[in-house]
């Protein structure tokens, strides 16, 4: 219990103020230099302290071949095993050929770039601490233009750390965290203040978050992210782009959080369940363009909260499949705003949740595709001759009382929504109106 006490309180940084059973904070970087506490995250202005001595004195301390090497210079070290941790402080190109592991010791970081113009590539990083509060990782990055990839970071408490980091690389990277509850984990790949990075091609698996906070202008591209909590969280982030990424079994697919102009296309998000599963997430973001999507088998598959949140502002939705999910779309503390163009809704459970009375006509819907739309085509346009108009009967129930939403299929609902449909015994809520909706099923290119 003392144990899983202290964990909990070094993740809250508690443990940085106070110290937990007498032990400071800083001394889970031995070697690698005192945290600084004052801002956890790091600071370009203060050069990365150089290591004393090596985590474990068995194997070739990594950091001496670094020393020896000129700036500029390609350095391959012969295949095996090195210690850290590792500091480089001047341009190099690190060249690991996949035959190089560097492991931390299980103490702090295990490898630190500060500098500008470096390559790591073909490495094998692992065995950082396990301490929140010095966000020990093995890899942190700092600086401008480097090129990070094909590494292998595994058994590390963070991943690939860019901390006021712009202009680099992260490519083709394979990371995975310590094996601890999901919430204890360190986050796989994070950016803090860090702009225009691409981050392509990268693996994380089994992590906690993939998080961009305060980062701008960065291109998410190509990614795998499996068995994590957020696939990839923006959290005052502007200007990003999430293209061709593919998020499986998260807890929630992509999150926006307080960002504005965030573009979304391409993805693939699969299976995003659980109480708090959610595909894509809203929070009192705008003016953000989400395009040919595939949102399938997750239990919500658009939450959105106040957004857009900025007056004049817009969140466009278009060309997206939302298939199989528990509620296609929820809208909740409800402001308008929100543009949904040329999606299809197929076999959801509930394809549509307006959290509110009298709400629904503040979205505006066009020639969206619902499966169970019940009109005719009579002049074979391809649009319905009727609108396609969602009513909640005994839906409210459990809008209202979502706790009521474990019954939602139940016989006993299902009977009472039928019955209400035949002779309601209160006037029922609308959902939504699209005034012209698409009749046939839109053709969907595959995705590349």
């Not at 860019?162 to 202009?167: C, I, R, S």
């Not at 680099?168 to 995975?176: G, L, P």
């Not at 994380?204 to 202008?217: C, E, K, L, P």
Request: net charge negative; proline share 5%; charged share 25%.
């Amino acid at each position: 219990m003392l144990h899983r006490l202290r964990r909990s309180l070094t993740w809250l940084g508690i443990a940085a103020g106070l110290g937990v059973g007498g032990l400071a904070a800083s001394q889970s970087l031995e070697g690698m230099g005192k945290p600084n506490l004052a801002a956890n995250w790091g600071s370009s202005t203060e050069k990365a302290i150089r290591p004393a001595a090596p985590h474990r004195t068995d194997i070739p301390w990594f950091q001496l071949l670094v020393d020896q090497a000129v700036p500029g210079s390609i350095l391959k070290p012969p295949p095996g095993i090195y210690a850290g941790p590792v500091l480089v402080d001047k341009p190099l190109t690190i060249d690991g050929g996949g035959q190089v592991t560097i492991d931390g010791g299980g103490k702090g970081t295990v490898f630190v770039v500060d500098t500008e113009g470096a390559t790591i590539r073909g490495l094998d990083l692992r065995g950082s601490g396990e301490a929140h509060d010095s966000d020990d990782a093995c890899l942190n990055i700092r600086g401008k233009r480097h090129l990070v990839e094909e590494n292998r970071i595994s058994d590390c408490l963070f991943g690939i750390d860019l901390k006021q980091a712009d202009h680099n690389i992260v490519r083709a990277n394979r990371i995975t965290s310590k094996p601890f509850d999901l919430g204890l984990r360190g986050d796989g790949l994070r950016l803090w203040y860090s702009h225009h990075n691409l981050i392509e091609k990268n693996e994380i698996i089994d992590s906690r978050d993939m998080v961009a906070w305060y980062s701008d202008h960065n291109v998410w591209r190509g990614n795998i992210g499996k068995r994590s909590r957020y696939s990839l969280h923006f959290m005052f982030a502007k200007d990003n782009l999430v293209e061709g990424n593919e998020f499986y079994d998260n807890a929630v697919g992509v999150y926006l959080m307080y960002t504005e102009r965030v573009h979304v296309r391409n993805n693939l998000i699969s299976h995003a369940t659980g109480a708090a599963g959610m595909a894509l997430g809203f929070k009192e973001s705008s003016d953000s363009e989400i395009t040919d999507n595939e949102i399938i088998y997750c239990a919500v598959g658009v939450g959105s909260d106040l957004s857009p949140f900025e007056p004049d502002t817009t969140l466009y939705f278009a060309n997206n499949r939302f298939a199989y999910n528990g509620i296609a779309v929820r809208f909740t503390s409800e402001l308008g705003g929100n543009i949904l163009v040329d999606n299809s809704f197929e076999g959801n459970l509930t394809d549509v949740v307006q959290m509110g009375r009298d709400v629904a006509g503040k979205n505006e819907w066009r020639n969206n595709y619902f499966s169970d739309y019940q009109g005719f085509d009579r002049d074979g346009d391809g649009i319905g001759d009727t609108p396609y108009e969602l009513y909640a009967y005994a839906d409210q129930i459990w809008i209202e009382t979502p706790a009521a939403q474990f019954f939602k299929t139940s016989p006993v609902l299902e009977l009472l929504n039928f019955l209400e449909r035949l002779a309601p015994f209160s006037l029922p809520e609308l959902q939504l109106k699209d005034p012209a909706p698409r009749f046939t099923k839109p053709e969907r290119a595959a995705r590349t």
